[in-house]
């Protein structure tokens, strides 16, 4: 078994979509990995699976727009495996809607979540990956990064964001650790089940008519880890192969 597929890997938002798809997968492949989310119960079901199939996974109850939860996230990782090699910031919501429908609690909720959540997932695990002098920071962004569309303004924000944010620290850190952006096209997940506007859901209804699997995002995410420590692949998109955007 090679090093990568005995990396300890952290992944947020564990219990549904990306997450979990992506906990499978590289449980699957010998990577010892760490589940974080809101829904324990979700999350504990996902290992017991992950571990009768040969896999090694723990579960630790997770809210991302705590600091403190997402330290405490960190320091059971620790506390169970000693090291953390990677961590996958995939938490995100996506309550689309015109601005002039005024959703202030849902622009700050994904500015929480989005946002917030990523800068508390490198806080915590910066300093252990510098005093290991290796380490691996994922961030999910979204093809949002890159274009805005009508009632997905605030959303597309938290996400070019989060690639500026990326680009920032890989700049930063140098050397030791790979920071790596994924961004997904649209994907079958639970994402569109947040949408509390009658339009922004009807948008999303005929755009995710094309949806491709969460394991499509899995399997980008385990090619950038199984890179060697001296390749950082930096940013992938990946889209459905019928997508105009």
Request: proline share 4%; glycine share 8%.
């Amino acid at each position: 078994m090679n090093a990568a597929a005995q990396k300890v890997v952290l992944i947020t938002g564990a219990s549904s979509g990306i997450g979990e798809a992506t906990a499978s997968y590289l449980g699957a492949r010998g990577m010892h990995v760490v589940l974080g989310a809101r829904r324990t119960d979700r999350l504990e079901e996902l290992a017991a699976r992950i571990v009768a199939e040969g896999g090694s996974a723990s579960v630790c109850k997770l809210d991302v727009t705590s600091l403190e939860s997402m330290q405490n996230f960190v320091d059971f990782a620790l506390d169970k495996h000693g090291r953390v090699d990677v961590i996958i910031n995939n938490a995100g919501v996506m309550p689309l809607s015109k601005l002039e429908a005024l959703k202030v609690d849902e622009w700050n909720r994904m500015i929480d979540v989005n946002v917030r959540g990523v800068l508390h997932g490198i806080a915590a695990t910066l300093p252990v990956m510098q005093r290991q002098k290796s380490g691996q920071i994922i961030n999910l962004a979204s093809i949002g990064a890159y274009t805005v569309s009508p009632t997905a303004a605030v959303y597309c924000a938290t996400k070019f964001a989060v690639a500026a944010i990326s680009e920032g620290l890989r700049q930063e850190v140098g050397g030791d650790i790979r920071v790596t952006v994924v961004s997904p096209g649209v994907v079958e997940s639970e994402l569109a089940d947040s949408i509390s506007d009658p339009g922004g859901r009807e948008e999303m209804k005929s755009f995710r008519a094309i949806a491709i699997k969460p394991e499509a995002i899995a399997r980008t995410i385990h090619f950038a880890i199984e890179q060697p420590a001296d390749v950082d692949v930096s940013e992938i998109i990946v889209r459905p192969t019928a997508s105009p955007y």
